[in-house]
């Protein structure tokens, strides 16, 4: 049982590059979520997603893009990594139900920008 | 959503009930409370949530107060494994789209 899979689990971004976050979950979901976790501190809403082909601004938006073109996949892009983003990342989804509406969270991954 | 307020931090023996409050005056009647942990450096995950009524499972009991405007976390044998954060939100269940989570409580659970 996959559940939410990210990939990839660490990575090493230089100033200025580029990358993606990929985030597949196999619950169909209608609901995918990105937060990142600075050390000590709580989750912080990025981006998310209602449903295919859909996207909004969480809390802190800003430096990141995503898409949702398949219901089960989301994407999080960093155009120009700053060091600010620096961070753990989490995927999260859930169902668009009355009932047993848990969200469910990927492992996390771990950002670094030098 | 509405927002929630919980303390930075607690304590607790091992073996001892650790009781987490979670204040959430603005709450919606269609909002539910819900119970999330994180271990270490883990993904979040679920506890327990509800309404209005009292709710017990495995893991932990939730006490909402008559009014709603605040809840209660109860691990009742808590062990060194339950040193966690926990993070209370409150969501309707259909819609409810942004699910912020907070701060959150950490526990700390000794022995």
């Known amino acids: 049982n996959a559940g939410v899979t990210q990939t990839p689990k660490f990575r090493v971004l230089k100033t200025g590059q580029s990358m993606t976050l990929l985030c597949a979950q196999d619950m169909n979901h209608e609901y995918m979520y990105w937060y990142r976790q600075d050390p000590g501190m709580g989750l912080r809403l990025i981006h998310y997603?209602?449903?295919?082909?859909?996207?909004a601004k969480g809390e802190v938006p800003d430096g990141y893009n995503v898409s949702r073109l398949k219901k089960q996949n989301f994407l999080l892009g960093l155009e120009s990594a700053a060091p600010s983003q620096t961070s753990v990342y989490f995927c999260?989804?859930?169902?668009?139900?009355?009932?047993?509406?848990?969200?469910?969270f990927g492992e996390g991954s771990w950002l670094t920008v030098v | 959503d509405a927002k929630t307020t919980q303390p930075p931090s607690m304590d607790c023996a091992e073996g001892r009930a650790a009781n987490l409050p979670c204040n959430h005056s603005?709450?919606?009647?269609?909002?539910?409370v819900y119970w999330y942990r994180q271990i270490h450096s883990q993904g979040p995950q679920y506890i327990i949530h509800g309404l209005k009524n009292n709710e017990t499972n495995e893991m932990a009991s939730l006490i909402i107060t008559e009014d709603r405007k605040s809840s209660t976390l109860i691990l009742p044998h808590a062990t060194l494994r339950d040193t966690a954060v926990y993070y209370c939100i409150v969501r309707a269940n259909t819609g409810g789209f942004k699910t912020i989570f907070g701060a959150g409580t950490r526990l700390f659970v000794k022995a």
């Open positions: 603005t709450i919606s009647g269609n909002e539910y």
């Open positions: 999260a989804s859930r169902a668009d139900s009355t009932t047993g509406n848990t969200i469910y």
């Open positions: 997603s209602v449903g295919e082909g859909t996207t």
